[in-house]
């Protein structure tokens, strides 16, 4: 359906797909433009999008997501967007004894040739140690090869958003925090707005859904045949003296598919983040219905941001793993970074099925923020249906799902809220207790 520059577009969401779409949509000359979100601080301090940093990597298995980092990354370091990206190199890593553990590392390094990515093969760990500065105390890295892609990095996420945010206002789109949407209002089997929780509504032409990881627990009506289902990702801290994260400033991220675990250097406040890249944690909290919902600070401001006892103990093994020295340090803080994946990882961007008046924008499966600058242009080509046909089909609402991705192969184990970690279990003794 063709809309016209004039009519009302209604975008629910102002993360990475929602606020991205709003920017791309006024550059091509649409003049009713209204984002809305759930939180009443913006960015949403819980959303995906809002963190401190965030990945940025051309280094993929699939070859179209390689060559679209490289496209982000060139947006990345024009001026609209200052300093939020930071190009420090990618270190990654695969098992050199495992095959199973190095082939997404293998694939990743195909691609990346083949763009034309400056990169470094690393065969074993006296040439991965010989990639970080000098006084940096690493792990011996027995068992692992990769190679260093120095054009890549990391991006101050939250910046990042509020940079596209004032954008947006100031190319005349208008943002409302605090309004969550509660109900799809629809006519004629088409939607035609939005009920919000205070029961005011609005009314546009077209609405986009680009809610994340509450895609699904807010329109259960909605079928997303599996495509979009919340899972929540392990994050830790550590707070360092300035002194302290200067010896680790100019470190890479090191980024390990066979471990899968990642961590940044130090960011301005001298806080070192690390995760972990698994399947993660689901959550059903209605009994009876099988829709995972975050679980997040908002939603339960006591322990929101506390993750399972399991998984900090993990988060300390793996950085041992890479930085000892600071695996001996009390963690700072944790988090649950709630995603919307889904099970091919691929994006879920398009009309939905049966309604022209409804196009669906998210299913980031923990790899969209990279794409912040451009991944807007995807979602405009799809609201003009302009899309590549190639592009339209890998990300459609109903495309066939079956097949997990190479990446993240295990299932998602179900939250247990009785084992989240107390301050105690952040301390560095945890694993000897």
């Known amino acids: 359906m063709v809309y016209g520059k004039d009519e009302a577009i209604l975008i629910v969401g102002s993360g990475c797909f929602g606020i991205s779409t709003a920017y791309h949509l006024l550059k091509r000359g649409f003049k009713n433009v209204t984002v809305v979100d759930r939180s009443d601080i913006l960015p949403a301090p819980d959303a995906a999008s809002t963190d401190i940093n965030k990945v940025v990597r051309s280094s993929y298995s699939d070859n179209f997501y390689a060559r679209l980092a490289q496209e982000a990354i060139q947006s990345w370091k024009t001026k609209e967007w200052g300093n939020t990206y930071q190009e420090s190199g990618v270190l990654v890593l695969g098992s050199s004894s495992d095959a199973s553990k190095g082939a997404y590392t293998n694939s990743s390094y195909e691609n990346d040739i083949a763009i034309g990515s400056r990169v470094n093969v690393l065969k074993d760990g006296d040439a991965i140690r010989s990639v970080f500065p000098k006084g940096v105390k690493v792990a011996s890295f ?91 990702q392990s994050l830790a801290t550590i707070q360092l003296t300035p002194q302290e994260a200067d010896v680790y400033r100019n470190c890479p991220v090191v980024l390990d598919f066979g471990k899968q675990f990642y961590t940044l250097p130090p960011n301005e406040d001298n806080i070192i983040k690390f995760a972990l890249h698994d399947s993660g944690v689901i959550h059903f909290p209605i009994p009876g219905k099988a829709i995972s919902t975050p679980r997040t600070i908002l939603s339960h401001p006591q322990d929101g941001l506390s993750i399972p006892k399991t998984k900090v103990r993990a988060l300390r093994e793996h950085l041992r793993g890479v930085y000892p020295d600071l695996a001996e340090k009390p963690f700072a803080a944790t988090r649950l970074c709630w995603y919307t994946d889904s099970p091919d990882e691929d994006w879920v961007i398009g009309y939905y099925p049966s309604d022209p008046s409804l196009v669906i924008a998210t299913g980031g499966s923990g790899h969209g923020y990279k794409f912040l600058p451009i991944i807007g242009c995807i979602v405009a080509d799809a609201i003009e249906e302009k899309l590549d046909p190639s592009q339209a089909k890998r990300f459609a609402v109903d495309r066939d799902c079956t097949q997990l991705h190479s990446g993240r192969t295990s299932a998602p184990e179900e939250l247990d809220v009785e084992g989240l970690c107390s301050l105690e279990d952040l301390l560095p003794d945890f694993n000897s207790s």
């Open 142 to 232: 027995q068992d692992s090869s990769g190679y260093l892609n120095f054009d890549g990095g990391w991006a101050n996420a939250a910046q990042g958003i509020r940079l596209m945010t004032a954008n947006v206002i100031a190319q005349g789109g208008n943002v409302i925090s605090g309004k969550s949407v509660v109900k799809l209002l629809r006519q004629n089997h088409k939607t035609t707005g939005v009920q919000f929780a205070d029961g005011t509504t609005f009314y546009a032409s077209l609405v986009v859904l680009a809610t994340g990881s509450w895609t699904a627990s807010t329109f259960p009506d909605l079928d997303f045949r599996g495509k979009c289902f919340a899972t929540g």
